[in-house]
């Protein structure tokens, strides 16, 4: 049957006309018999390129749709768009307030604004934390001075072998003093520092100790965690960073604060 059908119907024989030339082209153009048509046309062989990527009519097919669906895809989004959009109004949330509380309050949301470098005769390294807290080195009296000018009522010391009594001399500034030592971090000194800030009748403080960097940097960090929400790596980042010049020798400061329970150490203090 298949040789009767094949006999039946001859197969065309491509015509023997010489391939013809058009100038500009690598190749001479060749006769091709067009299915769709039902003639011969002539056409330019693939190049190199066309023939390694494969058929070029299979290809530009492939790209063809490809557009047509991305468009597709574009007008039916647009359409949704506009269907779906008066249905999904998002309410308006109510303004969350951000601004630093006073010093011994908790924040709600953590207050992630820096320390604020001043400049003051008599007081060197002198920061202010948070609204109501500063931070410092020694003051000399004209340093005391200068606290008490800024609004300052409280100033905590630090240091277990010196008083701020003939510093503070002629002013009205009230002196804490937390023997706090450097080698030798104690929960008892960071829960009565704790207590001290949370007073804010007392407040504005100003916290330092000799340079104002590293047992002033741990209980700042501390004040950091417990009141304004900062992690513990947030806090040891400020207190190690360049600006306040910590020693690296203490490092046993930054063991501690990584160990320490603030939890436990808020509750002893009172702060909720």
């Not at 066309?50 to 070029?56: I, M, N």
């Not at 005391?144 to 277990?160: Q, S």
């Not at 600006?243 to 002893?268: C, P």
Request: glycine letters at 6%; a positive charge; proline letters at 8%.
């Amino acid at each position: 049957m298949l040789r009767e059908r094949e006999h039946r119907l001859p197969r065309q024989e491509e015509p023997s006309v010489p391939a013809l030339a058009r100038p500009g082209l690598r190749s001479p153009l060749t006769p091709k018999m067009n299915p769709d048509r039902r003639r011969w046309e002539w056409i330019s062989p693939p190049s190199r390129k066309e023939r390694s990527a494969g058929s070029l009519p299979a290809r530009f097919s492939m790209v063809s749709a490809k557009r047509c669906a991305d468009k597709l895809s574009a007008l039916l989004l647009a359409f949704l768009v506009q269907i779906l959009l008066p249905f999904c109004a998002v309410p308006q949330c109510a303004a969350v307030d951000q601004t630093p509380k006073a010093a011994g309050q908790t924040n709600s949301t953590p207050n992630r604004a820096p320390a604020v470098k001043l400049e003051r005769p008599g007081v060197k390294n002198l920061y202010q934390v948070a609204p109501g807290l500063y931070r410092c080195a020694q003051p000399t009296a004209r340093g005391m001075r200068e606290l008490e000018a800024l609004g300052i009522k409280t100033v905590i010391n630090l240091r277990p072998f010196h008083s701020d009594k003939d510093e503070a001399k002629g002013t009205s500034l009230k002196r804490e003093r937390i023997s706090f030592k450097t080698w030798h971090p104690e929960d008892s000194d960071v829960i009565r520092f704790l207590k001290i800030v949370s007073d804010t009748n007392r407040a504005p403080f100003a916290v330092h100790c000799l340079h104002g960097s590293d047992r002033t940097g741990m209980m700042i960090a501390i004040y950091r965690i417990a009141f304004e929400g900062w992690t513990k790596d947030e806090a040891i980042a400020e207190m190690t960073g360049p600006d306040f010049g910590f020693h690296e020798i203490w490092q046993n400061l930054i063991r501690y604060l990584r160990a320490l329970d603030v939890g436990k150490i808020k509750r002893k203090a009172g702060i909720k």
